[in-house]
Every structure is written in structure tokens, then in C-alpha cells.
């Protein structure tokens, strides 16, 4: 049976290979001009490689021979095709994301690819095979046809929503590994209760996605000196959607747990809200761009991350904003599966109050509205509406169009 002390040993052996390499790779990406070039779009003045994801997928790598090897466990590659259905489909998401660092594909071909690696991760069994919804006892199982579709869609869900939050440095690293260290806990809790199969690939996978990001982490916060680049943030994608699809999609709760906590009864809710800033940004994006006529593929500043910047908050502040955000949401539905009790929403509650005045009155925020010549009490006082209208109309009957661009850090994939 696996043990925590081998889980710990391979996310270490990831964390350590990821950390060593990754100044290796970037020396490599200088040498042959697999650089990003700084640009409008960007708060970086020099060339940084963005291959980054190449000594992400050493460090998986170097993790998962380690897994081979550790004895305790075996369990999960004997008579298992499951490991090696992710080996390789994590081999063809990344190669598919390395080809967009360093030469730039279309989005259809990079969908195609990840659409390409879900169904070798269906091939080889990797698949969600039923789902819980809250108030409704029991299971909904997926029919055979439909179990592949919902599988595949996962993962391009998942990976597209890591690759959309990897706009600052650190941010993706830093949000998939608090959300990773989450979900594996809430894996071993589950194991520990005998409610998940031991063979279960989802506590693995997890723990090497964890191990990866730290290890990436201290070469990629704010000033970066690399970034991960498509390659790493589909990696990450495909692991975070490996671990949660074959954990949530498997969990065996009976009778016994039914009605005890909200989340037990929807274990696929767990992942949602512990990756919940990249998942909620996705489907800001795609609403925001939809309602402006624009492609959901095509890059744009409406990001949380930007939006934070534009408020005033700076590069490292914004990025630990939403550090934050993903911890508490991880803690907030933790706290149930490991305590077996009921969340306290009253902690939750005065902690999430503290974030949000914290983002909103910041003093570097009140300094932004001096700046901007906006009082407290916004555009909609008629002493200022006036004036908002009567420069509005001067600025049309002239032809001009005057528009202030705020600093960002997003950088167009």
C-alpha cells in the first residue's frame, strides 16, 4: 500500500530535479534565442527564456522513474496501464507547448494536441467514470460513449484555464501548487478511509504536479528570470485534470458519509473550488470576449491579474492576492474531509472580508484614484458627471480618441 513517506519522497525528487535544471534550460533557450521578447504587453525590459516547461517535464519525469522504482509503490504500476497512459500523454501536451514557445502555433493545432493526449489518457484508462452533484443521493454514472467525451473535455478545461492564468510571474506556479497540495490531502484523507482505491494514479500525479511547481517557483517569481511557457502550463493542466478526474471521479462514498458534508456528497466540487481563480478566470474570458465579438483564443487585459494591476496593486502584491484567495478556498473546503466536521463559515467569512478590504483599500489602490482624479464616491456625481461629458463630447466633435494604457503583465501565448 502506498505510504505518505514515498508520496513525500517523489514530490521532493521533483521539486529538487525541476529546481536544478531549470538554470540549465535557461543558458540552453539564451543560446539558441528561445527568448520573450518584452513588449508593450509586458512589465519586463530584457529577453527571458519561456521554455521554462522543459525542466518542468525533467522534474515529472525524474519523478515518475522514481515512483517506478519506490516499492511501496508498486501497487500502483502492477497490472496498471494508467501511469503510462499519463507518461505519454504528458509527453504529447508538452511537446505541443514547446512548439508554440519557440515557433508559435495556431490555437486549433494546440487544441488538436490536447484533445490528441486526452485520448491517449483514454486508451489507457485514465478516465472519470461518474460524478456526485450536492442534495443528490448517490452517483450519476457516465455511459461508456460518454465517459471518454467528459474525460477529454476535462482536460482541455483544465489545461487552457492554467495556461490563461500564467500571466505573472509566479502566479500559475504558485496557485497549482497550493491547489495540488490541497488535493493531495484530500486524496490521502480519502485512502485513509478507505474510500479510494489504492491503485488510485490521482494522489501521484498530485504530488509530482506540487513538487514541479515548487521547485520551478524560485526562478520564476517576481523578478522571473524564466518563464514555464505553454509547455509547462499544458503539463500542469493535463496533471491537475489526471489527479482530479480519477479522484473525484472515483471516490467511493457510502452510505455511511451521505449527508455528513456538502463536499462529500460532490467530491468533483473539491476541485473545482481549489483550482477556483484559474477556473472562474476561464469563464470570465470566455463571457468577456464572447459579449466584445472577440475570439475566445485571442489575448486581452480583463484578467483577474490585470485587473489587480490596474487597481494598483503591483506586480508581487497582485500575485500573492491571489496566492491567497487560492489557499483559503483550498482551506475552506479542506476542513470538512479532514476534520469530519461541518465548515465553520464564521473564520471563512471574516477572512475573506479581510482579503477583499485588503485588495480595495490598499493604500497603493487610494494613491491609483489621486492619480486618476477620481473621488471616493466614483463617476457618478453630477459635479463630475458634467464634467466626465462636457471632455467626452470635446474628445468626439475632435476626433480624437485619448486612451490611458496601465501597466500589465501578460504575456500573449
Known amino acids: 500500500m502506498p505510504t505518505l513517506g514515498s508520496y513525500l519522497l517523489v514530490g521532493a525528487v521533483a521539486a529538487v530535479a525541476t529546481f536544478c535544471v531549470t538554470p540549465l534550460v535557461g543558458m540552453l533557450a539564451r543560446r539558441l534565442g528561445w527568448v520573450y521578447l518584452p513588449n508593450d504587453r509586458t512589465v519586463h525590459d530584457t529577453a527571458l527564456p519561456d521554455i521554462g516547461g522543459l525542466a518542468m517535464y525533467v522534474g515529472f519525469v525524474a519523478a515518475f522513474v522514481t ?9 500502483l504500476f502492477e497490472s496498471n496501464s494508467e501511469p503510462w497512459g499519463v507518461l505519454i500523454a504528458a509527453t504529447i501536451i508538452f511537446v505541443v507547448g514547446l512548439i508554440d514557445d519557440v515557433r508559435d502555433i495556431s490555437a486549433p493545432a494546440k487544441v488538436f494536441g490536447t484533445v490528441l493526449a486526452g485520448v491517449v489518457l483514454v486508451y489507457f484508462g485514465v478516465e472519470m467514470f461518474a460524478f456526485r452533484l450536492p442534495f443528490y443521493e448517490g452517483a450519476i454514472f457516465l455511459d461508456e460513449s460518454l465517459s471518454p467525451l467528459v474525460t477529454v473535455l476535462w482536460l482541455v478545461g483544465m489545461s487552457q484555464a492554467i495556461n490563461l492564468v500564467d500571466g ?40 509530482v504536479a506540487a513538487g514541479i511547481c515548487f521547485g520551478f517557483l524560485p526562478h ?45 456528497l460532490a467530491p468533483l466540487a473539491i476541485p473545482l473550488l481549489i483550482l477556483g481563480v484559474p477556473i472562474f478566470d476561464t469563464l470570465f474570458a470566455i463571457v468577456r470576449r464572447a459579449t466584445s465579438g472577440q475570439g475566445l483564443a485571442s489575448a486581452d487585459k480583463g484578467h483577474l491579474h490585470h485587473r489587480l494591476m490596474e487597481m494598483g496593486h503591483g506586480h508581487r502584491r497582485s500575485v500573492v492576492i491571489l496566492w491567497t484567495w487560492t489557499a483559503l478556498l483550498s482551506a475552506f473546503v479542506l476542513y470538512p474531509t479532514l476534520t469530519d466536521q461541518n465548515p465553520t463559515y464564521l473564520p471563512f467569512g471574516i477572512a475573506v472580508i479581510g ?56 504575456r500573449d501565448h
Open 67 to 75: 515512483a517506478w522504482f519506490t516499492g511501496s509503490l508498486d501497487v
Open 168 to 207: 505573472l510571474d509566479g502566479l500559475a506556479a504558485g496557485i497549482v501548487g497550493i491547489g495540488a497540495v490541497a488535493f493531495f490531502l484530500y486524496s490521502e484523507r480519502l485512502a485513509t478511509l478507505e474510500l479510494l482505491d489504492t491503485a488510485n494514479v490521482g494522489p501521484l500525479f498530485a504530488v
Open 220 to 264: 520564476n517569481f517576481n523578478p522571473a528570470r524564466i518563464f514555464m511557457g505553454d509547455g509547462g502550463a499544458l503539463l500542469l493542466g493535463l496533471l491537475m485534470a489526471v489527479s482530479t478526474s480519477v479522484v473525484g471521479g472515483r471516490v467511493e462514498v457510502g452510505e455511511e458519509s451521505v449527508g455528513t458534508t456538502y463536499f462529500f
Open 355 to 410: 482579503i477583499v478590504l485588503y485588495t480595495v483599500l490598499h493604500p497603493s489602490v487610494r494613491a491609483r484614484r489621486r492619480e486618476n482624479g477620481t473621488p471616493p464616491d466614483g463617476l457618478d456625481r453630477p459635479d463630475i458627471q458634467q464634467t466626465v461629458e462636457h471632455e467626452q463630447l470635446q474628445l468626439d466633435v475632435s476626433g480624437e480618441n485619448f486612451r490611458t494604457q496601465l501597466p500589465s503583465g501578460e
